[in-house]
Protein backbone atom coordinates (compact mmCIF):
# COMPACT_ATOMS: atom_id res chain seq x y z
CA UNK A 1 0.00 0.00 0.00
CA UNK A 2 1.31 3.49 -0.72
CA UNK A 3 2.66 5.53 2.12
CA UNK A 4 3.67 9.45 2.18
CA UNK A 5 7.35 10.11 1.26
CA UNK A 6 9.97 8.88 4.01
CA UNK A 7 11.05 12.86 4.01
CA UNK A 8 7.56 13.98 4.48
CA UNK A 9 7.80 15.67 7.61
CA UNK A 10 11.12 16.48 7.35
CA UNK A 11 10.76 18.60 3.69
CA UNK A 12 7.32 19.47 4.72
CA UNK A 13 8.39 23.19 5.37
CA UNK A 14 10.89 23.51 2.29
CA UNK A 15 10.42 25.78 -0.50
CA UNK A 16 12.65 23.68 -2.80
CA UNK A 17 12.22 19.53 -1.40
CA UNK A 18 14.57 17.70 -3.94
CA UNK A 19 16.85 18.73 -6.84
CA UNK A 20 16.16 16.10 -8.83
CA UNK A 21 12.56 17.90 -9.21
CA UNK A 22 14.15 20.43 -11.75
CA UNK A 23 13.51 19.16 -14.72
CA UNK A 24 12.50 19.69 -18.62
CA UNK A 25 9.21 18.51 -17.82
CA UNK A 26 8.82 21.55 -15.62
CA UNK A 27 8.36 23.71 -18.66
CA UNK A 28 4.91 23.16 -17.63
CA UNK A 29 5.35 24.79 -14.34
CA UNK A 30 6.89 27.62 -16.74
CA UNK A 31 4.03 27.80 -19.04
CA UNK A 32 1.32 27.37 -15.72
CA UNK A 33 3.34 30.95 -14.38
CA UNK A 34 2.97 32.54 -17.87
CA UNK A 35 -0.84 31.73 -17.95
CA UNK A 36 -1.11 33.05 -14.56
CA UNK A 37 0.47 36.44 -15.30
CA UNK A 38 -1.58 36.77 -19.24
CA UNK A 39 -4.73 36.45 -16.58
CA UNK A 40 -3.66 38.58 -14.35
CA UNK A 41 -3.34 41.52 -16.73
CA UNK A 42 -6.81 40.27 -17.94
CA UNK A 43 -8.19 41.23 -14.65
CA UNK A 44 -5.67 44.37 -14.26
CA UNK A 45 -7.56 45.64 -17.23
CA UNK A 46 -10.84 44.73 -16.45
CA UNK A 47 -11.21 45.24 -12.24
CA UNK A 48 -7.77 47.57 -11.77
CA UNK A 49 -4.55 46.49 -9.64
CA UNK A 50 -5.98 45.95 -6.57
CA UNK A 51 -9.04 43.67 -7.24
CA UNK A 52 -6.98 41.18 -9.07
CA UNK A 53 -4.23 40.93 -6.73
CA UNK A 54 -6.62 40.47 -4.29
CA UNK A 55 -8.25 37.65 -6.18
CA UNK A 56 -4.81 36.20 -7.22
CA UNK A 57 -3.78 36.36 -3.19
CA UNK A 58 -7.08 35.68 -1.49
CA UNK A 59 -7.47 32.61 -3.79
CA UNK A 60 -3.77 31.40 -3.13
CA UNK A 61 -4.45 32.10 1.16
CA UNK A 62 -7.79 29.87 0.89
CA UNK A 63 -6.65 26.98 -1.81
CA UNK A 64 -3.16 27.25 0.33
CA UNK A 65 -4.56 27.22 3.73
CA UNK A 66 -7.23 24.01 2.78
CA UNK A 67 -5.29 22.17 0.86
CA UNK A 68 -2.45 21.93 3.25
CA UNK A 69 -4.95 21.07 5.83
CA UNK A 70 -5.98 18.07 3.60
CA UNK A 71 -2.46 16.75 3.10
CA UNK A 72 -1.17 17.78 6.86
CA UNK A 73 -3.91 16.23 8.79
CA UNK A 74 -4.48 13.44 7.10
CA UNK A 75 -0.09 12.79 7.73
CA UNK A 76 -1.50 13.13 11.53
CA UNK A 77 -4.15 10.89 10.98
CA UNK A 78 -6.67 13.65 12.51
CA UNK A 79 -9.42 13.29 10.57
CA UNK A 80 -9.47 9.18 9.68
CA UNK A 81 -6.57 9.00 8.27
CA UNK A 82 -4.20 9.32 5.34
CA UNK A 83 -5.86 11.76 2.54
CA UNK A 84 -3.26 12.18 -0.59
CA UNK A 85 -0.12 14.45 -1.08
CA UNK A 86 1.65 15.65 -3.74
CA UNK A 87 4.99 13.92 -4.65
CA UNK A 88 7.71 15.68 -3.55
CA UNK A 89 10.00 14.64 -6.66
CA UNK A 90 7.51 16.45 -9.13
CA UNK A 91 7.38 19.52 -8.70
CA UNK A 92 10.12 22.51 -7.89
CA UNK A 93 8.57 25.29 -5.39
CA UNK A 94 6.29 24.40 -2.65
CA UNK A 95 4.13 26.51 -0.02
CA UNK A 96 3.91 23.67 2.60
CA UNK A 97 2.78 20.73 1.55
CA UNK A 98 1.16 22.61 -1.90
CA UNK A 99 3.55 22.80 -5.02
CA UNK A 100 3.38 26.92 -6.18
CA UNK A 101 2.07 25.78 -9.32
CA UNK A 102 -1.07 23.65 -7.89
CA UNK A 103 -1.90 27.28 -6.53
CA UNK A 104 -1.26 28.76 -9.52
CA UNK A 105 -3.49 26.32 -11.40
CA UNK A 106 -6.24 27.04 -9.24
CA UNK A 107 -6.61 30.79 -9.82
CA UNK A 108 -6.26 30.03 -14.25
CA UNK A 109 -9.04 27.59 -13.32
CA UNK A 110 -10.97 29.66 -11.24
CA UNK A 111 -10.44 32.84 -12.76
CA UNK A 112 -10.68 31.79 -16.30
CA UNK A 113 -13.92 29.31 -16.16
CA UNK A 114 -15.82 32.45 -14.59
CA UNK A 115 -14.78 34.97 -16.87
CA UNK A 116 -15.83 32.99 -19.70
CA UNK A 117 -18.71 32.40 -18.11
CA UNK A 118 -19.76 35.89 -17.65
CA UNK A 119 -19.89 36.32 -21.76
CA UNK A 120 -22.20 33.21 -22.10
CA UNK A 121 -24.68 34.45 -19.68
CA UNK A 122 -26.86 37.89 -19.88
CA UNK A 123 -26.59 40.36 -17.32
CA UNK A 124 -30.08 40.84 -17.68
CA UNK A 125 -30.90 37.04 -17.28
CA UNK A 126 -33.03 35.68 -14.42
CA UNK A 127 -30.64 34.83 -11.86
CA UNK A 128 -27.45 35.98 -13.94
CA UNK A 129 -25.20 35.47 -11.13
CA UNK A 130 -26.30 31.95 -10.29
CA UNK A 131 -25.96 30.55 -13.23
CA UNK A 132 -22.32 32.57 -13.81
CA UNK A 133 -21.20 30.48 -11.03
CA UNK A 134 -22.59 27.20 -11.73
CA UNK A 135 -21.30 27.14 -15.14
CA UNK A 136 -17.80 28.27 -13.69
CA UNK A 137 -17.89 25.88 -11.07
CA UNK A 138 -18.68 22.86 -14.15
CA UNK A 139 -15.98 24.26 -16.45
CA UNK A 140 -13.56 24.30 -13.55
CA UNK A 141 -14.43 21.03 -12.70
CA UNK A 142 -14.80 19.56 -16.17
CA UNK A 143 -10.91 20.25 -16.47
CA UNK A 144 -10.24 17.98 -13.46
CA UNK A 145 -12.13 15.22 -15.21
CA UNK A 146 -9.26 14.86 -17.51
CA UNK A 147 -6.47 16.21 -14.99
CA UNK A 148 -6.81 13.86 -12.49
CA UNK A 149 -6.54 10.18 -13.92
CA UNK A 150 -3.50 11.64 -15.91
CA UNK A 151 -1.37 13.01 -13.51
CA UNK A 152 -1.80 9.97 -10.47
CA UNK A 153 -0.39 7.96 -13.47
CA UNK A 154 2.53 10.06 -13.07
CA UNK A 155 2.73 10.23 -9.62
CA UNK A 156 1.84 13.76 -9.42
CA UNK A 157 -0.03 13.54 -6.03
CA UNK A 158 -0.93 9.98 -5.07
CA UNK A 159 -4.40 9.00 -2.92
CA UNK A 160 -3.46 7.09 0.17
CA UNK A 161 -7.29 6.08 1.10
CA UNK A 162 -7.79 2.41 0.34
CA UNK A 163 -11.01 1.68 -1.77
CA UNK A 164 -13.10 0.58 0.38
CA UNK A 165 -13.03 4.49 2.46
CA UNK A 166 -14.30 6.36 -0.26
CA UNK A 167 -16.73 6.58 -3.73
CA UNK A 168 -14.49 6.88 -6.33
CA UNK A 169 -15.31 8.61 -9.85
CA UNK A 170 -12.24 7.70 -12.45
CA UNK A 171 -9.91 6.16 -9.80
CA UNK A 172 -9.92 9.44 -7.64
CA UNK A 173 -12.46 10.04 -4.66
CA UNK A 174 -15.96 12.11 -5.64
CA UNK A 175 -15.21 14.68 -2.93
CA UNK A 176 -12.48 15.61 -4.56
CA UNK A 177 -14.37 16.58 -7.48
CA UNK A 178 -17.30 17.90 -5.55
CA UNK A 179 -14.98 19.81 -3.55
CA UNK A 180 -13.23 21.61 -6.67
CA UNK A 181 -17.06 22.72 -7.97
CA UNK A 182 -17.79 24.14 -4.55
CA UNK A 183 -14.14 26.11 -4.32
CA UNK A 184 -14.44 27.61 -7.70
CA UNK A 185 -17.97 28.93 -6.63
CA UNK A 186 -17.85 30.14 -3.43
CA UNK A 187 -14.56 31.63 -4.22
CA UNK A 188 -16.11 33.67 -7.14
CA UNK A 189 -19.26 34.38 -5.17
CA UNK A 190 -17.06 35.71 -2.39
CA UNK A 191 -14.94 37.88 -4.56
CA UNK A 192 -18.42 39.38 -5.93
CA UNK A 193 -20.18 39.58 -2.87
CA UNK A 194 -17.23 41.32 -1.17
CA UNK A 195 -16.18 43.87 -3.89
CA UNK A 196 -20.46 44.29 -4.84
CA UNK A 197 -22.68 44.43 -1.51
CA UNK A 198 -19.86 44.11 1.34
CA UNK A 199 -16.65 46.97 0.52
CA UNK A 200 -19.53 49.69 -0.79
CA UNK A 201 -21.34 49.49 2.80
CA UNK A 202 -18.39 50.17 4.76
CA UNK A 203 -16.92 52.80 2.32
CA UNK A 204 -15.75 54.63 5.09
CA UNK A 205 -12.90 52.21 6.32
CA UNK A 206 -9.63 52.89 5.20
CA UNK A 207 -8.08 50.88 2.36
CA UNK A 208 -5.69 48.78 4.60
CA UNK A 209 -8.84 47.68 6.24
CA UNK A 210 -10.49 46.92 3.69
CA UNK A 211 -8.31 44.56 1.98
CA UNK A 212 -7.22 43.26 5.77
CA UNK A 213 -11.55 42.33 6.59
CA UNK A 214 -11.33 40.75 2.55
CA UNK A 215 -8.51 38.14 3.67
CA UNK A 216 -10.04 37.55 6.92
CA UNK A 217 -13.56 37.03 5.61
CA UNK A 218 -11.96 34.48 3.12
CA UNK A 219 -12.26 31.91 5.64
CA UNK A 220 -16.09 31.67 5.06
CA UNK A 221 -15.89 30.04 1.64
CA UNK A 222 -13.67 27.62 2.70
CA UNK A 223 -15.54 26.86 5.95
CA UNK A 224 -18.16 26.56 3.63
CA UNK A 225 -17.07 24.23 1.49
CA UNK A 226 -15.36 21.83 4.32
CA UNK A 227 -18.87 21.48 5.88
CA UNK A 228 -20.35 20.64 2.49
CA UNK A 229 -17.32 18.29 1.90
CA UNK A 230 -18.03 16.41 5.44
CA UNK A 231 -21.58 15.65 4.77
CA UNK A 232 -21.01 15.06 1.52
CA UNK A 233 -18.49 12.45 2.84
CA UNK A 234 -21.28 10.62 5.42
CA UNK A 235 -24.12 11.14 2.94
CA UNK A 236 -21.85 9.33 0.34
CA UNK A 237 -21.26 5.94 3.13
CA UNK A 238 -23.64 3.89 1.56
CA UNK A 239 -21.19 4.05 -2.01
CA UNK A 240 -18.00 3.81 -0.09
CA UNK A 241 -15.53 1.02 -2.15
CA UNK A 242 -17.03 1.25 -5.24
CA UNK A 243 -15.61 3.12 -8.37
CA UNK A 244 -17.04 4.93 -11.20
CA UNK A 245 -14.56 4.18 -14.26
CA UNK A 246 -13.78 1.53 -16.58
CA UNK A 247 -10.46 0.96 -14.93
CA UNK A 248 -9.46 -2.14 -12.87
CA UNK A 249 -8.03 -1.69 -9.74
CA UNK A 250 -4.43 -3.31 -9.81
CA UNK A 251 -3.59 -3.17 -6.01
CA UNK B 1 -6.90 51.30 -28.29
CA UNK B 2 -3.81 48.97 -29.32
CA UNK B 3 -3.86 45.77 -30.51
CA UNK B 4 -3.30 44.28 -27.41
CA UNK B 5 -5.83 45.96 -25.32
CA UNK B 6 -7.93 44.65 -28.45
CA UNK B 7 -7.07 41.12 -27.66
CA UNK B 8 -7.56 41.28 -23.84
CA UNK B 9 -10.74 40.15 -23.68
CA UNK B 10 -9.68 36.60 -25.37
CA UNK B 11 -6.99 36.40 -22.66
CA UNK B 12 -9.07 34.06 -20.68
CA UNK B 13 -9.32 31.39 -23.46
CA UNK B 14 -5.83 31.92 -23.63
CA UNK B 15 -5.15 30.68 -20.22
CA UNK B 16 -8.22 28.39 -19.68
CA UNK B 17 -7.79 26.43 -23.10
CA UNK B 18 -3.87 26.86 -22.63
CA UNK B 19 -4.09 24.96 -19.39
CA UNK B 20 -6.63 22.50 -20.84
CA UNK B 21 -4.02 21.76 -23.82
CA UNK B 22 -0.89 21.18 -21.34
CA UNK B 23 -2.87 18.46 -20.07
CA UNK B 24 -4.05 16.92 -23.18
CA UNK B 25 -0.12 17.57 -24.21
CA UNK B 26 0.75 15.47 -21.29
CA UNK B 27 -1.75 12.40 -21.85
CA UNK B 28 -0.79 12.43 -25.46
CA UNK B 29 2.99 11.74 -24.31
CA UNK B 30 2.00 9.45 -21.72
CA UNK B 31 0.03 7.55 -24.01
CA UNK B 32 3.07 7.16 -26.54
CA UNK B 33 5.13 6.29 -23.65
CA UNK B 34 7.35 9.27 -24.64
CA UNK B 35 7.42 10.54 -20.56
CA UNK B 36 10.31 9.48 -18.32
CA UNK B 37 9.31 7.82 -15.58
CA UNK B 38 8.55 10.48 -12.29
CA UNK B 39 10.92 9.77 -9.60
CA UNK B 40 8.52 8.89 -6.16
CA UNK B 41 10.61 8.12 -3.82
CA UNK B 42 8.40 5.26 -2.44
CA UNK B 43 9.13 1.14 -2.41
CA UNK B 44 5.59 0.59 -2.97
CA UNK B 45 3.81 2.78 -4.75
CA UNK B 46 -0.12 2.33 -6.35
CA UNK B 47 -0.61 0.60 -9.96
CA UNK B 48 -2.78 1.95 -12.56
CA UNK B 49 -3.89 0.34 -15.78
CA UNK B 50 -1.88 2.49 -18.43
CA UNK B 51 -3.80 5.20 -19.81
CA UNK B 52 -4.84 4.32 -23.74
CA UNK B 53 -5.55 6.65 -26.10
CA UNK B 54 -9.53 5.25 -25.96
CA UNK B 55 -9.50 6.37 -22.27
CA UNK B 56 -8.13 9.98 -23.53
CA UNK B 57 -10.59 9.90 -25.74
CA UNK B 58 -13.06 9.52 -23.62
CA UNK B 59 -12.10 12.02 -20.81
CA UNK B 60 -12.13 14.47 -23.58
CA UNK B 61 -15.40 13.59 -24.56
CA UNK B 62 -16.82 14.31 -20.72
CA UNK B 63 -15.42 18.19 -22.06
CA UNK B 64 -18.09 18.01 -24.66
CA UNK B 65 -20.34 20.16 -22.76
CA UNK B 66 -17.44 23.04 -21.81
CA UNK B 67 -16.15 23.01 -25.29
CA UNK B 68 -19.83 24.26 -25.85
CA UNK B 69 -19.86 26.72 -23.32
CA UNK B 70 -16.43 28.37 -24.66
CA UNK B 71 -17.40 28.41 -28.39
CA UNK B 72 -20.70 29.84 -27.46
CA UNK B 73 -18.65 32.22 -25.26
CA UNK B 74 -16.54 33.09 -27.88
CA UNK B 75 -19.06 33.94 -30.52
CA UNK B 76 -20.90 36.54 -27.87
CA UNK B 77 -17.29 37.93 -27.28
CA UNK B 78 -15.89 38.09 -30.21
CA UNK B 79 -17.09 41.98 -31.62
CA UNK B 80 -17.64 42.91 -27.76
CA UNK B 81 -15.10 45.58 -25.94
CA UNK B 82 -13.74 44.14 -22.67
Given amino acids: MADYDPLFYEKLFSFIKYLDSFRLGNIIEIFTYLLVALLIYHGYKKYGRKKIILFFLGGFLLTGIEENFMV ?13 YYNFHSYMFWIGAIPLVVLSAWFILTYGSFQI ?125 NDLSWWPWLN | MTKLDKSIKFLPFVGYLGFFLMQVIIGLLLVAGWLPPNAIGLTDPPVYQPLTIVDLLLLLAMNIPTFIIVVVAFKKIKDKKL
Wanted: glycine share 6%.
Fill in chain 1, 117 to 241: AEMVVSNESNKALLKKLLLAGWMGTSIDFVIDPIVIRRYAWIWLNVKEDAFWFLQVPVTNFIGFFLLVVSFNYYFIWYWEKYAPRHETRSSIKTNGVYFILVFLPLLFVIGIIIICAILLTPFKG
Fill in chain 1, 72 to 84: IQGYFYLFGGPTY
